[in-house]
């Protein structure tokens, strides 16, 4: 196996490149091949938008696995949960490990709270619009948008639901940028790696154009505690969070 040491940051260059092999299929698959594979298909457009982004998030996976086998030098559970953070959080000035720095966790909610739910992220998004006007011509990608009657008792999409929180709070996006990223780009971003982490994050998101500027706002809450205690907890609740809404609508159409 060849390795790493584990202290190594990324370079730009590599830093960027995982950034595109992630973000750049994903307006891809939602704009491009999903409403193609829609045209001939039974289900709706928007589900068949989802399956794609799901398949998305499952590559994060995959490539978060594969650079973690060439980076450790043993490929354990150990010291993997080392190499991305997923542990306790630890005081940088005391190194001591508690869950009482958990507490954190309220503020940063309450900032994601004022960002993200808030009509502040549809105004802070569209800002985008004054250099990019062509970009409110792509269609809203948004779940809501599904005609609930049409999946009562429809139980397979919350199959699809739960492996979708999955990939997207823990084993996808969470892992890869917050795990596999944020820890090594202190080497080139200093200081300031928790604020690059965010806006690759939110500029990942192509597929939802008009809010990825607001993505980058609201997620400094999740990279700032998660770079200063060194654990991916923060962002993997925090980020979680989101799912709970999701869960609760899916399961009140499908039992109608």
Request: charged letters at 10%; hydrophobic letters at 55%.
């Amino acid at each position: 196996m060849t390795s790493t040491q584990t202290n190594d940051q990324y370079s730009l260059l590599k830093i960027l490149t995982i950034w595109a092999l992630v973000a750049a299929p994903m307006p891809i698959m939602a704009f491009g091949i999903a409403p193609s594979v829609a045209i001939g298909s039974k289900l709706h457009p928007l589900v068949i938008v989802w399956l794609f982004m799901i398949g998305g998030m499952i590559w994060q996976f995959i490539l978060s696995v594969w650079l973690l086998y060439f980076e450790l030098d043993t490929f354990t559970w150990a010291a993997i949960c080392d190499r991305i953070w997923l542990k306790k959080p630890r005081d940088p000035k005391t190194e001591t490990t508690s869950i009482k720095y958990f507490w954190w966790l309220i503020p940063a909610f309450a900032f994601y709270l004022v960002i993200e739910q808030t009509p502040i992220i549809d105004i802070i998004g569209r800002l985008i619009l004054i250099p990019f006007p062509i970009l409110e011509s792509l269609p809203e990608l948004n779940l809501a948008d599904l005609p609930a009657e049409q999946f009562v008792g429809d139980w397979w999409l919350m199959v699809i639901t739960l492996v979708s929180c999955v990939f997207n709070y823990f084993l996808g996006e969470e892992l890869l940028f917050r795990g596999i990223l944020l820890p090594k780009m202190r080497g080139v971003f200093g200081r300031w790696d928790w604020v690059a982490n965010s806006v690759l994050f939110g500029l990942y998101h192509l597929h939802r154009p008009l809010q990825m500027l607001g993505f980058i706002i609201g997620g400094l809450a999740w990279s700032l505690p998660s770079r200063y205690f060194h654990s991916i907890w923060f962002a993997i609740i925090l980020h979680g969070i989101e799912g709970i809404p999701l869960i609760v609508g899916v399961l009140t159409v499908v039992s109608g």
